[in-house]
């Protein structure tokens, strides 16, 4: 899948303390150029509040830009034309968040759960057997279908939540932070996981993480952000081994888990 996102930008109405008070705005994203190359995994770092999960929601036509304008493979994305106009995106978006334990409902089985977008994005064909068929791709026994949530682990709770963002075959797959909330080992499990995914060349990768551990293992090519900006980009080595910019340099140090 192939993203030209030109100028986009995002403010948002910050909450009034009184009610006499003129409105005020942040920008969470400042006019920014993205282009992101069909099979390309890239990273998004950049620390806590820069602009990455904005960035990433403007892409994926999940919010409104307040300037500028998404493409993908050559149709523009526009969220205001209500839900059936964006049908084609969704069905070739997966999408992963960073907690494993909120995007689960727990009083669905976990075939059910990972089942739905099959269904709400009206998909043909055996959706049990597809179900089976992306657990096994997952790391996980295809039984687990009929067992519910609050049965799995935090790690395992996360393969589901990555079943059913592959369920439907997306052309991307976009995960916000998704290992953020695990532990180490379950960590680099998930990162396995990935990394085969990965190794499916039509696949396209657009992946936020403060870990650039994780970055590393997975992305051809970076995009540093920093207050609402892109401060640097460009391919994970050459940023990693000579970032030109001082907050990469720090943010670099201030990560435990790179590997060189
Ligand atoms: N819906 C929203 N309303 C108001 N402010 C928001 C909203 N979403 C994000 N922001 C603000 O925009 C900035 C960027 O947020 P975000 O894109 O979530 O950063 P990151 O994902 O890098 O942590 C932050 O200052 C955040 O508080
Ligand atoms: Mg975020």
């Not at 551990?213 to 640097?232: I, N, W």
């Amino acid at each position: 899948m192939t993203i030209v996102g030109r100028d986009l930008s995002r403010r948002y109405p910050l909450p009034k303390q009184t009610p006499f008070e003129r409105r005020r705005f942040t920008d969470a994203l400042l006019p920014t150029d993205i282009d992101i190359a069909d099979g390309e995994a890239v990273g998004i770092i950049g620390e806590s509040g820069s602009g990455k999960s904005t960035l990433v929601r403007l892409l994926l036509g999940l919010d409104v830009p307040t300037t500028g304008t998404v493409e993908v493979d050559g149709t523009a994305v526009d969220p205001t034309a209500g839900p059936r106009a964006l049908h084609w995106l969704r069905r070739r978006t997966g999408l992963v968040f960073q907690d494993p334990y909120a995007s689960l409902d727990p009083r669905m089985s976990v075939g059910r759960t990972i089942a739905e977008p099959l269904w709400a994005l009206e998909i043909p064909g055996d959706h049990r057997a597809r179900v089976r068929e992306v657990l096994t791709e997952v790391g996980l026994e295809p039984a687990m279908a009929d067992r519910f949530p609050h049965e799995f682990s935090g790690g395992q709770r996360q393969r589901i939540a990555l079943a059913r963002a592959l369920v439907h075959r997306p052309s991307i797959l976009v995960g916000d932070e998704p290992l953020s909330a695990l532990d180490v080992t379950v960590r680099a499990q998930i990162l396995e996981v990935l990394r085969e995914l990965r190794n499916r060349e039509d696949l396209t990768l657009v992946l936020v993480s403060h870990d650039i551990g994780v970055v590393q293992a997975l992305c051809d090519s970076v995009v540093v952000m920093k207050d609402g900006a892109v401060v640097e980009r460009g391919s994970t080595a050459e940023v990693l081994r000579r970032p030109t910019q001082d907050y990469t340099k720090r943010l670099l140090a201030a990560i435990p888990t790179i590997r060189t």
